[in-house]
């Protein structure tokens, strides 16, 4: 009997709803109430009145809705297995709401929602497919949402198929597929998926991963599970990645060599070390590569080793095993010993101009001369000059002097030789080389020969159309051979090896050489001339200081007078004091006003010493104008004293007053104090007095009281009530003139 033939006995509190329903059959409204007044009732009562409602209104959504709801909520908790009736009761009355409700996604989700709770799988699937042909596509993803679920808990062939499904509606779910191809152990379409997802650069990550965190799931995949990935080329899809993501080589390189292990073909897996470890361009992926490298040897080694102990233990004897332990040792060892080389040469493919590299490299040869002159030939082979990072010329320098250790000189020469014809990136790193190559040669005594080298150094080029004088150190459009003619470096070597060596013509000729190139620094003019005073050249040596003078001008030239001067009259003395004064009157023409104090000094005491003591005050006069404001103070109290000295007091008198005018208020104020107590000594008491009067407008009586005090006690010891009094007025006045400019 069917839920619709059950007949219910109707009560006296539903007789008004029964009334209302035969006045209006079709009313929804009617029979909700009537539902709501049954509520309480028995889930017969209920379900009678549902399938008498839903006789009349078969297409209402509400009706169908509450009534499903309402069987569903009855079998909450109940075993499928065990009450399979009342379930499949409740999915015909499904299957009844959906004849006419079949747009209506609610009561799908409801019903396959309720299918996945039973053991119907292929129901519930063909159930799904129903649900989304009938459904416009807009509200597929409400399904597919379910599906997927279903999907998952289905597992197996059916999950893949749906998921399969599921990817032509969404492709960006590809990465989830993929997940579910490995937990079901379909390696091989789980990495042609991977391949697919790396392959394309549009793709985006809906779990926020990278291109390259997909790469190293597509690595590990087909290294971890190398024996199940079968229709594609693993070796090449790791060396793509290689190429692609060069800050990842040696990660990439121990993966695709862990490949060939899990393949079982370790010499092919050494073969790959062994080229990542010589290919590589960092220390980082080297020392990935070479680990992982070493790890592998150990473990082989510790492998044959247990079988080799087992053998003994049995009394077994397997030559070509022992035979193949022992190579494997050997290779061991001579793998670490390799260790220092193969890290030099990461560093060298980083950057082959790398000087300190390659001298590192020869340094590692140790004693082994072949290696070590193949080393430094390969270096200065493989160095672009201009793009040598570090000292080129000094790969050069040690290479000769490689061969000078070994007592090879005539290959040592043959080194230098070449390594002066090298353009290098600087002219002074030429000149090192010409002048260790003349170094070499004084070592071992050839004198000669290291002259003729500093000769060949030197030599001015001839360029067609330029005139060497003009040429430009600096000019980096011409060759360093070209410029190296105006290295001060060479020359000075040159002039110092003359000077030990050679005689005096040849290095009078170079030091010539050198300041008619103009090349020369006051340094050279000062050597140039103290070599000439020690050989006796006296006048040639003045005359080296006058040219100096000319070339540089002041205030270098400063330093040479200074230095000139003092060597003249340290000679001669006052024997030619004409031209000495000649020499002054030079230095001091164009001599600018912060150098003169000391040439005015100088001047005058040779005045003092060797000429007449007012010519010297004439001079010290003069040095009172044409020093700088700053040794003015300075020179005024020195000329003071040597007037003195000289004239006596009186004298002072004149260039107290002239220097009271000269000076800046800030000197004028100890000079008229000084000038004052001057004359209190000499018992001028009203010349004092007045010098006090014209010093008062200089000092501020706030701020400089001692002068006031000073003048108070004169007053006090040598004035009488007037003089007090003017002097306070003075003072009340100074002190108001300082106030209003306040």
């Given amino acids: 009997m069917t839920d619709q033939d059950i007949q219910m006995p109707i009560r006296d509190f539903d007789i008004p709803y029964e009334e209302e329903l035969l006045r209006n059959p079709y009313s929804l409204r009617s029979w909700l109430r009537y539902i709501d007044h049954k509520r309480t009732g028995t889930l017969q009562e209920q379900t009678f009145l549902y399938e008498r409602a839903l006789r009349e209104l078969p297409g209402s959504y509400k009706l169908w809705k509450r009534y499903l709801d309402l069987r569903r909520e009855k079998l909450r908790g109940a075993n499928p297995v065990k009450h399979v009736e009342l379930y499949n009761a409740l ?46 596509v807009t509200q597929h993803s409400r399904v597919w949402e379910l599906y997927i679920n279903f999907a998952d808990k289905a597992g197996g062939e059916t999950g893949i198929r749906v998921l399969r499904r599921y990817l032509k509606l969404e492709p960006s779910y590809i990465e989830s597929y993929v997940e579910h191809l490995i937990d079901l152990e379909r390696f091989d379409e ?11 650069t549009k793709f985006q990550s809906t779990k926020g991963k990278s291109n390259y965190q997909l790469w190293q799931d597509l690595c590990e995949l087909v290294v971890n599970h190398c024996t199940d990935v079968k229709s594609l080329k693993v070796e090449a899809i790791i060396r793509s990645g290689i190429k692609r993501f060069t800050d990842q080589v040696g990660m990439l390189y121990c993966r695709l060599a862990t490949y060939w292990i899990n393949m079982g073909q370790l010499e092919k897996a ?115 000059p201009k793009k040598a990072h570090g000292k080129f010329q000094e790969l050069w320098i040690k290479f000769a002097r490689f061969y000078e250790d070994g007592g090879d000189l005539d290959s040592a020469r043959a080194i230098f030789d070449k390594a002066v014809k090298v353009n290098y990136k600087a002219v002074n790193d030429l000149a090192e080389v010409w002048c260790e190559y003349a170094e070499m040669e004084t070592r071992h005594d050839n004198f000669d020969q290291a002259l003729e080298v500093m000769a060949r150094a030197t030599v001015v080029p001839r360029i067609p159309g330029v005139n060497p ?22 020359w000075s070597f040159y002039v110092d090896l003359e000077e030990s060596v050679g005689s005096v013509e040849s290095t009078k000729s170079v030091y010539d050489k050198i300041m008619d190139l103009r090349i020369a620094n006051p340094q050279v003019v000062v050597n140039y001339a103290t070599f000439l005073e020690e050989n006796k050249y006296f006048e040639e040596s003045y005359k080296v200081y006058e040219r100096g003078i000319e070339i540089f001008g002041w205030p270098i030239a ?12 340290g000679r001669y003395g006052g024997s030619k004091l004409e031209r000495a004064r000649d020499l002054f009157e030079q230095a001091l023409d164009k001599c ?98 007045a010098i006090y009067g014209y010093a008062s407008q200089f000092f501020d009586p706030k701020t400089q009281p001692s002068f006031w005090q000073t003048w108070h006690d004169f007053e006090v010891q040598h004035g009488n009530e007037d003089t007090f009094k003017e002097m306070l007025r003075i003072k009340r006045s100074v002190q108001a003139q300082y106030q209003s400019a306040l």
Wanted: proline share 3%; glycine share 2%; charged share 30%.
């Fill in 91 to 136: 999915n015909s009355c499904y299957e009844r709401a959906l004849i006419l409700l079949n747009k209506m996604p609610r009561i799908w989700l409801d019903y396959l929602d309720f299918l996945m709770s039973q053991p119907h799988i292929t129901k519930t699937r063909r159930t799904f497919d129903r649900a989304l042909r009938a459904l416009p």
């Fill in 190 to 200: 789980a990495a042609q998926k991977l391949v697919s997802i790396v392959n394309d």
């Fill in 270 to 384: 050494r073969d790959i070390f062994e080229e990542g470890i010589t290919t590589v361009l960092t220390v980082r992926d080297f020392t990935a590569i070479f680990d992982a490298y070493v790890e592998f040897e150990e473990e082989m080694i510790t492998t044959k080793m247990e079988m080799a102990a087992e053998r003994e233990a049995s009394g077994e004897k397997d030559e070509d095993e022992d035979l193949d332990l022992d190579m494997r040792l050997l290779r061991y060892e001579r793998l670490m010993d390799r260790r220092p080389f193969l890290v030099n040469d990461v560093l060298l493919r980083q950057n082959p101009n790398n000087v300190s590299e390659w001298e590192k490299r020869v340094a590692l040869w140790g004693n082994n001369k072949e290696k070590v002159v193949d080393t430094y030939t390969q270096a200065i082979q493989t160095i672009n």
């Fill in 469 to 490: 004088k003009t040429i430009n150190f600096h000019d980096e459009s011409l060759s360093a051979q070209q410029r190296v003619f105006k290295s001060l470096t060479l």
């Fill in 558 to 569: 400063f330093e040479l007078w200074n230095i000139y001067l003092q060597r003249f009259i």
């Fill in 592 to 689: 600018p006003p912060k150098y003169a104090k000391p040439i005015i000094l100088m001047y005058g005491k040779l005045e003092e010493e060797h000429g007449l003591a007012r010519h010297a005050m004439r001079i010290y006069d003069r040095g009172t104008r044409v020093v700088s404001d700053e040794d003015r103070l300075e020179m005024f109290n020195f000329y003071i004293a040597k007037a003195t000295a000289s004239f006596g007091v009186v004298a002072a008198r004149e260039i107290y007053e002239r220097a009271i005018e000269a000076l800046p208020d800030k000197d004028v104020r100890p000079m008229c104090l000084k000038y004052a107590d001057l004359e209190r000594k000499l018992g001028e008491i009203d010349r004092s007095r």
